[in-house]
């Protein structure tokens, strides 16, 4: 292991997580990308599908142990809250329930149908006051901005009696939900520029190039653009709700990330506008009278959080920065990355 602040600060910001596992942000802390892994269940049809995510939930049924369900207005949890009648279903609710209002319309529709018993977590600035510190502290490293709201979340069910925490995370990956990074067989140079979070170079006095990672994947002057969605993108959220959870010392479960399509991705479903035609033909046998809503990420307001925030001021940034030109994701990440270097190497700021 070795330590590399400088390294660590442009993965972060690159990637939303320290890809290379050998290199931290200080002595003594490590941060760890281990992901669990266990044999795929392989699926063709929606029926599938269904019959997969069954069996795992039985399988937790009988394990013993109370659950409950993190219950969102979209289609992978309200396909799971269909297993899980008379479950606790936990939703997030912000900023007084003003932000998303359709979104929770949809999670009290999904609970009364099967028969949940709908809780709301309700989230706002003191949530990422309360809960950002343990959770950067058990990564050892600055953090994606759901995993606040998370450890909230899962404390809450925690004290509910809740012991193992149902999410729908993994169904994006396995089934073609990322339908911009989709949309279109990329250029090498083409997909970085797109997928990088933040350039480091437009923020960091001492940048470090990430092009290293793109470069595994390259195809000539293509990429292979689905394999790196596969492994990157997939072990970044996996450490998003890992670290969350873990630092709740909560456990949680996946019924989508063992499954595994046994044939190629439709892409021109996905890129005629039929993103995870699978789990929508699956939503639509589980609630047959409601609209297929469109996909939306987990909501956080960062744009509201960050709405005047003047940007980064450490020694480590750039000066001068235009926060205009910034989304608030990328707000986020600044605001955090520099949160977490002043928790170990205190400025005046």
Known sequence: MSVDKNYCMSSYLAFRYIEDESKDFYKGMHHSNTMSKEEPIYVRTA???????????????????????????????????????????????????SF????????????????????????????VEKYLD???R???????????????????????????????????YVFGGMDQLLSQDWTFDAF???????????????????????????????IDFLRFMEVV?????????SNAFATAEMPYFDPYARLKMAEPLDLVRVRSGESKYLIRELFSTKYPDVEVPNKLPMPRPVDAYFADWQGARRHEFKSGLDMARFTGNQKWQLYCLERFLEMHEPETV
């Not at 939930?57 to 109370?66: C, E, Y």
């Not at 993190?70 to 289609?75: A, E, I, K, Q, T």
């Open 192 to 222: 970085m520029k797109r997928y990088i979070y933040i350039q480091p170079a437009d923020v960091l006095r001492e940048p470090v190039d990430m092009s290293y990672l793109f470069e595994r994947y390259r195809q000539g002057d293509k």
């Open 233 to 241: 993108a997939t072990e970044e959220s996996y450490f998003s709700y």
């Open 100 to 127: 998303q209002k359709e979104e929770l319309a949809r999670a009290e529709y999904y609970a009364d149908r099967y028969g949940l018993r709908l809780h709301y977590v309700d989230i706002d600035w003191n949530t």
């Open 47 to 97: 029926r599938d599908i269904d019959q997969a995510i069954s069996m795992q939930m039985t399988d937790i049924r009988r394990g013993g142990g109370k659950p409950g369900i993190f219950l969102s207005g979209g289609m992978d949890s309200a396909i799971l809250a269909s297993y899980m009648g008379g479950c606790d279903a936990y939703t997030f609710r912000f900023l007084g329930g």
């Open 138 to 172: 058990h990564k050892c490293a600055p953090v994606h901005s759901i995993e606040p709201q998370l450890m909230q979340g899962a404390l809450q069910a925690k004290a509910d009696g809740v012991e193992t925490m149902i999410i729908g995370d993994g169904s994006d």
């Open 134 to 136: 343990p959770v950067m």
